[in-house]
């Protein structure tokens, strides 16, 4: 069965300095997608970028950047010049493509920015 | 776009009862999936419909139960509450196809549900 894991439980950023939040997963298809999901106090899940496995290149979102090493099996997210509005729980998934294609999420890390 | 709606947004129920939770899916979406999250946890796939059909099934019993209906809308219903229930469930929508794009799923900001 797919496993995500985030090992970060909390993670702090200072306003403008940039921040990693780790994420492995475990797999053994060959072909899927990943997913990062920001998750504000308002609960709602907000898709912060997306990769697919088969493309080599790391995805990238204005400030928000992927290091993706399938070989390790890992799925790295960057938030570049932090902002305020980045506080908020962010998930790790993976898209599960079998039967009812449901995405397998990660426990999740706080961020904190710092004024 | 109307986005994901969910009702109510936050729910009491005593252990022993029974509970519906209602889901409607975004416009152009004909695919919804419920999740369960606990606090501090991630969360965990429940079942999906898609033209009213169960179209997959995470690890939860058979009192975890569900419909969709016509217009694509959809319900969560929970048989015989434990207090192990008390979760904030969330709805996402998709349409088949797309739910690799920048717009495939599309979350609810969920229901708050306490099992006292």
């Known amino acids: 069965a797919q496993t995500v894991t985030q090992s970060q439980p909390e993670m702090s950023v200072q306003e403008a300095e940039t921040v990693t939040l780790s994420c492995t997963y475990d797999?053994?298809?060959?072909?899927?997608?990943l997913f990062w999901y920001k998750q504000p106090p308002s609960r709602q899940m907000i898709l912060v970028i997306r990769?697919?496995?088969?493309?080599?290149q790391n995805a990238t979102e204005n400030r928000f950047s992927v290091n993706f090493q399938k070989a390790a099996k890992s799925f790295s997210l960057k938030i570049s010049d932090s902002q305020l509005g980045d506080a908020a729980m962010y998930f790790c998934?993976?898209?599960?493509?079998?039967?009812?294609?449901?995405?397998?999420f990660g426990a999740g890390t706080i961020l904190r920015v710092k004024s | 776009e109307t986005g994901v709606t969910q009702s109510p947004t936050h729910l009491i129920k005593t252990r022993g009862q029974q509970v519906t939770l209602r889901c409607s899916s975004q416009?152009?979406?004909?695919?919804v999936s419920w999740y369960q999250q606990a606090l501090g946890q991630g969360p965990q796939f429940i079942f999906q419909?898609?033209?009213?059909?169960?179209?997959g099934r995470g690890n939860f019993p058979p009192r975890f139960s569900g419909l969709q209906f016509p217009n694509y809308s959809s319900e969560l219903n929970v048989n015989a509450l434990e207090l192990d229930d008390s979760a904030l469930y969330l709805c996402?929508?998709?349409?088949?196809?797309?739910?690799?794009?920048?717009?495939?799923?599309?979350f609810g900001s969920g229901t708050r549900l306490t099992v006292v």
């Open positions: 996402a929508s998709s349409q088949p196809g797309t739910e690799n794009s920048n717009y495939g799923y599309t």
């Open positions: 797999t053994s298809e060959s072909d899927y997608y």
């Open positions: 990769q697919e496995a088969y493309k080599q």
């Open positions: 998934a993976y898209r599960y493509m079998e039967y009812g294609n449901k995405l397998v």
């Open positions: 416009s152009g979406h004909n695919t």
């Open positions: 419909y898609y033209r009213e059909e169960e179209n």
